[in-house]
């Protein structure tokens, strides 16, 4: 086989990364990427699945029920060569724990060749139960809104991880600062995770067809009322939507050459964290060649599905399924409500050819991507607005063809947002940055 020959065959292997994929949105975005791989690309090429799930049986339960999965595909088809096209890999990690982050990083940097896509899914939101006055209120007043951007869900406050530290380290657990609970398992575990597998994310030469993807998933419900950067951490706040506003200033900012010399570090590989499956040394083998394309940052959010993150009483779930039901039926195109419909934007993101993605967003801006649906549930991706940055980061930008999914009262992004948005991303990327870096250090 020459050089060629083996470039190519490199090239048919897709490598995606998926945390949190034992149930809800996770799974069906596992199916769904199945699917739309083996619909949408060639023969010759293959998908490796890396699954993260917090622990070993429900690793195991996912690969069995995608492996049902794939199977009853492969018979509905009478193709039996897609079974051998897919394979799912495994794996575990806590995202509480900058310790399990970190082992399954070094476990991945010594294993797989490289990661095409990251999609960081995995989350708990933190909530306690729903302040049903409040939302009996906002339904009888506001229907779509209410069941769209609720208002009403009690958020636990001040929850932390268990401490760091072990107490054989040389630094004692009672001297780290604490680590919100929220925060760590929706932002700064994956933030951590994706800072350590940045080489196997930058292993696509500029002259390639593609390049690395992290792909954060956010959620529609996300506004600038919920997030303060004094307490980033959402100690005193509700720490799921603060979490979630966090994640989309810091994909929509990381190409903002403002940004640039905190987005360089987070993109550098870390210096423990550099050998690959052949045992070389990635940064030498990467990062000092000057055609190496670094990865690119999207966000994406699923839109309002039924999902089990918000405890309520099963007969309450009855109606929250009948009342998201009936905002479709009055026009929203925010609620797709199965977790496979969720999961249109998020795997739009990971497997659109990347030449198609770089000339939308060159046209229009970057955007938050949303699942969106008809009246008749027909899915497709659709441009989501965030406060301050409108739909494309653009001021006077032509926001008629997406009217539909603005919230109530929204108004065109001013230069005045513009400017604060990404005075506000530029505090953000440095302390995330300070905060990785300060824990890199504890941790040795």
């Known amino acids: 086989m020459n050089n060629d020959d083996v470039v190519k065959s490199e090239q048919d292997r897709v490598f995606i990364l998926l945390t949190g994929a034992n149930s809800g949105l996770g799974f069906s975005t596992c199916c ?24 070993f049986n429900k690793g195991n339960d996912a690969v069995s029920r995608l492996q049902k999965y794939l199977e009853k ?22 995202l509480t724990s900058l310790r399990s982050v970190r082992a399954l990083s070094q476990k991945l940097a010594e294993s797989i060749p490289r990661i095409d896509a990251i999609i960081l899914n995995a989350g708990i939101g933190g909530f306690e139960g729903v302040n049903w006055p409040l939302a009996f209120w906002q339904m009888a007043t506001d229907f779509i809104s209410a069941v769209t951007y609720p208002k009403f869900k009690i958020a636990s406050k001040g929850l932390l991880t268990a401490p760091q530290l072990s107490q054989d380290n040389q630094i004692t657990t009672g001297t780290e600062e604490p680590l919100g609970k929220v925060f760590c398992a929706n932002v700064f575990g994956h933030y951590c995770l ?14 390639a067809p593609e390049r690395g993807r992290i792909i954060w998933v956010g959620t529609v419900e996300a506004s600038a009322t919920y997030f303060n950067l004094e307490d980033i951490q959402a100690f005193q706040s509700s720490a799921y939507e603060s979490s979630k506003r966090l994640i989309e200033i810091l994909a929509l900012t990381a190409a903002l050459p403002s940004t640039n010399p905190w987005v360089d570090r987070f993109l550098a590989p870390p210096q423990n964290l550099t050998l690959s499956a052949d045992g070389k040394d990635r940064t030498q083998r990467n990062f000092q ?60 993101l990971a497997l659109t050819p990347q030449s198609q993605l770089d000339a939308i967003e060159e046209a229009e801006g970057a955007a938050k991507w949303g699942s969106s649906t008809d009246i008749l549930g027909r899915d497709k991706v659709m441009r989501t607005e965030v406060d301050g940055w409108g739909f494309g980061g653009v001021v006077g930008e032509e926001v008629g063809k997406w009217e539909r999914g603005r919230r109530k009262g929204a108004i065109d992004v001013t230069e005045e947002q513009r400017f604060e948005f990404e005075a506000l991303g530029r505090r953000c990327w440095k302390e995330m940055e300070d905060l990785r870096e300060y824990w890199e250090q504890m941790l040795g």
């Not at 595909?73 to 806590?94: L, T």
């Not at 060649?289 to 670094?294: A, C, G, L, Y």
């Not at 929203?332 to 739009?348: D, E, L, N």
Request: hydrophobic content about 40%; some cysteine.
């Open 32 to 55: 769904r990427l199945i699917d739309e791989f083996l619909d949408t690309r060639q023969s010759s090429q293959t998908l490796t699945l890396i699954i993260t799930t917090r622990d």
């Open 73 to 94: 595909r492969a018979s509905k088809s009478r193709n039996h060569k897609d079974v051998q096209r897919i394979s799912i890999q495994p794996e575990q990690v806590d």
């Open 194 to 207: 994706a800072h350590n597998l940045a080489s196997l994310l930058s292993c696509h030469k500029s002259q």
């Open 289 to 348: 060649e000057t055609d190496v394309v670094r990865p690119s940052l999207y966000v994406a959010h699923p839109g309002i599905c039924n999902t089990n993150i918000l405890p309520i009483h099963p007969i309450m779930f009855f109606f929250q399924v009948l009342a998201v039901y009936m905002a479709r039926l009055l026009g929203s195109v925010w609620h797709p409500i199965t977790a496979y419909k969720g999961a249109c934007a998020i795997v739009w």
